[in-house]
């Protein structure tokens, strides 16, 4: 087994109970999992009341990378939001839920066993022949029906990471991908065209590629209130800017009005893996509160706003690009001494940054697309990567300049 973690590695107020609320860390539980014996046997009974049986359904647009090149924040935000509201519309007439925020261009979902199989594919059809006919961006459907654990209102587990990897990284625009289990649920007299995706098996089986079938009888009428990250207020702006895209003055109106330029830091840690799933899980869980704990004691120091740690990740926004350098530094190297290995990204530009009615924080915009892009798609853990929009802002003659392309669009990098 590996070292065992302790709580003492942590500023004890991070696990106030007040503090449960701030985004998508469950640090209650983590903290529960920490005074365990963290054995396979106590973890498995430290998650046995968040166990649930049903469908995970994860989606991912197609196309955004470009788009984002084409078109302001604003016109971005309210592009991918057209689909997200098809998927809950038609998703929650047959009993489904939103799992999560749907800040990102993503979404999930989760069905109960009780929905049947031959339903749910028929209502994932109508979602893609819907969002084919009335928006402007595609996106590809992940589903698989087996067990997971529903914790702080998101769904954990090796199944659901799986499915959602794939929804993410290996589905086209319009696409419906399928596992084993789900498409062993279906009935052997059923009218679905389906056809295996490929030779390869994942860690949940075969994958099927559904590449034609039935619709639902009737198409839900459209409900826009999907699980919103954002205001009443900007939500409400936001889908009168959908009917009136063309409308340059009410677009800057509204830029105005919401969007802030800011410099955004966006951490990455190392993973951990351990002998189980389900101990790998807690334990990059542990990770991420030192994430967490680490940059909430840092910023005590420089000016400036955490905006979420989930999963791996770590976002940060500041006023000062020098400062935000600062900050990026010496998180790394607090991380270091920890024996965390993290690659960071910064960029500049104009964001969305808004409070979640849960608690905590979330952000949309550009500079946090590219940020990703260079730590997570090309980075190296170690090393820290600045954009093209912060070399006009910082010294970058310590950093070597990198040129590539990535999701098809070329561009220049600086790395230290």
């Known amino acids: 087994m590996a070292t065992k973690f302790t709580t003492d590695r942590y500023n004890p107020a991070l696990f106030d109970i007040t503090q449960d609320i701030i985004g998508a860390l469950p640090l209650t539980l983590i903290k529960k999992w920490l005074l365990s014996e963290q054995t396979t046997e106590a973890t498995l009974e430290l998650l046995e009341p968040y166990k649930v049986k049903g469908y995970s359904i994860s ?8 788009l984002t090149k084409q078109k302001g924040l604003l016109e ?22 939103g799992v999560g925020i749907w800040a990102a261009d993503n979404t999930q979902m989760f069905y109960p066993e009780s929905v049947k199989a031959d339903t749910l594919l028929s209502a994932l059809l109508t979602i893609q022949r ?14 698989h029906y087996g067990e997971f654990y529903y914790i702080n209102g998101g769904l954990y587990g090796l199944e659901a990471d799986v499915i959602e990897e794939i929804a993410e990284n290996d589905t086209e625009g319009g696409e419906i991908a399928i596992s084993q289990a789900f498409y062993e649920l279906l009935p052997d007299n059923h009218n679905f065209t389906i056809t295996q995706k490929s030779e390869a098996v994942t860690q949940i089986g075969k994958l099927f590629r559904v590449v034609d079938g039935p619709s639902l009888d009737t198409i839900p009428p459209l409900n826009p209130q999907y ?10 702006d936001l889908l009168a800017y959908g009917n009136r895209l063309t409308d340059t003055d009410f677009a ?18 190392g ?4 002998e189980s799933h389900e101990i790998s899980m807690f334990s990059n869980l542990a990770l991420a509160a030192e994430l967490k704990d680490t940059g909430l004691q840092l910023l ?3 000016n400036g706003v955490e905006v979420k740690v989930v999963g791996s990740i770590g976002i940060y926004v500041f006023d000062q690009a020098d400062t935000a350098l600062n900050f990026a530094q010496a998180f790394r190297q607090e991380l270091a001494v920890q024996n965390i290995a993290s690659r960071t990204g910064i960029d500049a530009g104009s964001i969305l940054l808004f409070d979640l009615a849960v608690g905590g924080k979330d952000i949309a915009g550009n500079p946090v697309n590219v940020a990703s892009k260079m ?3 090309k980075g190296e853990f170690g090393k820290l990567y600045l954009s093209s929009s912060m070399k006009t802002l910082v010294d970058v003659s310590q950093f070597t300049e990198i040129t590539y392309t990535v999701s098809g669009v070329e561009i220049t990098i600086y790395e230290a």
């Open 59 to 66: 989606s991912d647009s197609a196309g955004l990378t470009k």
């Open 300 to 302: 005590e120091k420089y």
């Open 252 to 269: 800057k109106q509204l830029a105005d009005k919401y969007l802030q330029n800011k410099v955004v830091v966006l951490i990455e840690r």
């Open 227 to 236: 699980p919103i990250p954002y205001s009443e207020d900007f939500y409400a």
């Open 375 to 377: 730590a997570q798609d």
């Open 130 to 143: 819907e969002i084919s006919q009335r928006c402007q961006i595609k996106i590809g459907l992940g589903a």
């Open 76 to 97: 971005i935000l309210a592009i991918i939001n057209q689909p997200k509201e098809i998927v809950y519309s038609v998703g929650t007439a047959i009993g489904g839920q």
């Open 271 to 274: 993973t951990e893996e351990a």
